[in-house]
């Protein structure tokens, strides 16, 4: 059994071990206290930091949004009492609109090219000098309105021409063709063609072609001709109008077309010579070499006066398949 002396230092030694852990959990609770202390106050100087961070700003915004209102102003008051530089401003913006729109600048205002369609002509025309030099005539006086009515029996060149001018009309946006049709009536074309006329406008020229016009119905297209000027005239509307007509007989193929304010343009009747000219032509365009035989076979099979050079094509195409 213990001793009295045991117990009472036993019970000593529990009371310091006692003292000792709660002196150490208070020693914690402090410490945590402390840092929780610390935390917070961390916290607070960094909200303030960001207070006065994006309170400062603010002020300095402030101070530019007005400065910019008065320069704004001030641009807008001498803009608008300068009539000279808000001339050369709309002028600027509308380039760069017409840059962004159609890939050139000064697009409405540019100069017509007819240079550039003569060359054309005169390396893909054969056998129609005279026509030529009319048609570059004709392009390089143009200012307003011109309009042409070419005629002449089958095969002559009328369509190329046509398709070649249109194909290089520097304003292909304002393109409007129209291929004549041999089924619906004359009235009806003619109410189709005055739907085009409101489809004109004013950025640049306007280009009309209309094609395969049977020589008969010139009266309608007299009609359309009259009221389309009319139109342009009064909208100050810049226009290039050809009209291509067909006949097979060469007599009415001679004469000018009756339409007022349209110059007509006769192509002439192709004779063999022509024809081989034409041939030579179209075989170095499809890059096929016809025999002699071949040539002379062709020569002698294709009537001059009466399909020109239509089918030339075709037909030599159609001989190289053969061949093959």
């Known amino acids: 059994?213990?001793?009295?002396?045991?117990?009472?230092?036993?019970?000593?030694?529990?009371?310091?071990?006692?003292?000792?852990?709660?002196?150490?959990?208070?020693?914690?609770?402090?410490?945590?206290?402390?840092?929780?202390?610390?935390?917070?106050?961390?916290?607070?100087k960094k909200l303030r930091s960001l207070v006065s961070i994006e309170s400062s700003p603010s002020k300095k915004s402030n101070k530019y949004l007005v400065l910019s209102g008065i320069i704004?102003?001030?641009?807008?008051?001498?803009?608008?009492?300068?009539?000279?530089?808000?001339?050369?401003?709309k002028h600027v913006a509308m380039n760069q609109f017409q840059m962004y729109l159609h890939g050139r600048e000064n697009y409405c205002d540019e100069p017509f090219e007819h240079w550039h369609i003569a060359n054309v002509l005169q390396h893909r025309i054969i056998g129609q000098e005279t026509v030529l030099e009319s048609i570059d005539q004709a392009l390089e006086q143009h200012e307003s309105i011109t309009a042409l009515a070419f005629i002449g029996t089958q095969g002559v060149g009328k369509t190329l021409t046509l398709n070649l001018?249109?194909?290089?009309?520097?304003?292909?946006?304002?393109?409007?063709?129209?291929?004549?049709?041999l089924i619906q009536s004359p009235e009806k074309q003619l109410d189709y063609l005055l739907r085009i006329i409101n489809g004109l406008t004013t950025c640049g020229q306007n280009g009309i072609f209309i094609d395969s016009i049977p020589i008969k119905h010139v009266e309608t297209i007299a009609a359309f001709n009259a009221k389309l000027f009319a139109h342009?005239?009064?909208?100050?509307?810049?226009?290039?109008?050809?009209?291509?007509?067909?006949?097979?007989?060469?007599?009415?193929?001679?004469?000018?077309?009756?339409?007022?304010?349209?110059?007509?343009?006769?192509?002439?009747?192709?004779?063999?010579?022509?024809?081989?000219?034409?041939?030579?032509?179209?075989?170095?365009?499809?890059?096929?070499?016809?025999?002699?035989?071949?040539?002379?076979?062709?020569?002698?099979?294709?009537?001059?006066?009466?399909?020109?050079?239509?089918?030339?094509?075709?037909?030599?195409?159609?001989?190289?398949?053969?061949?093959?």
């Open 1 to 44: 059994m213990p001793t009295d002396e045991q117990q009472l230092s036993s019970s000593t030694n529990s009371l310091k071990r006692k003292r000792e852990s709660h002196k150490k959990s208070t020693d914690s609770a402090e410490a945590s206290t402390k840092r929780a202390n610390y935390y917070l106050r961390t916290r607070r």
């Open 72 to 89: 704004l102003i001030g641009f807008i008051v001498f803009v608008w009492k300068n009539e000279q530089f808000r001339d050369e401003l």
């Open 232 to 324: 342009a005239k009064e909208n100050n509307i810049k226009l290039v109008v050809i009209y291509a007509f067909q006949t097979n007989n060469p007599i009415i193929a001679s004469q000018p077309v009756p339409i007022d304010g349209v110059k007509s343009i006769i192509f002439r009747q192709f004779d063999s010579n022509d024809i081989h000219n034409c041939i030579t032509m179209e075989s170095e365009r499809l890059k096929i070499t016809l025999p002699p035989a071949q040539l002379n076979d062709l020569l002698e099979d294709i009537d001059a006066k009466r399909h020109g050079c239509k089918h030339v094509a075709s037909r030599i195409a159609r001989q190289d398949i053969q061949d093959f």
């Open 165 to 181: 001018i249109q194909e290089h009309f520097q304003w292909h946006l304002n393109i409007q063709q129209y291929i004549w049709s």
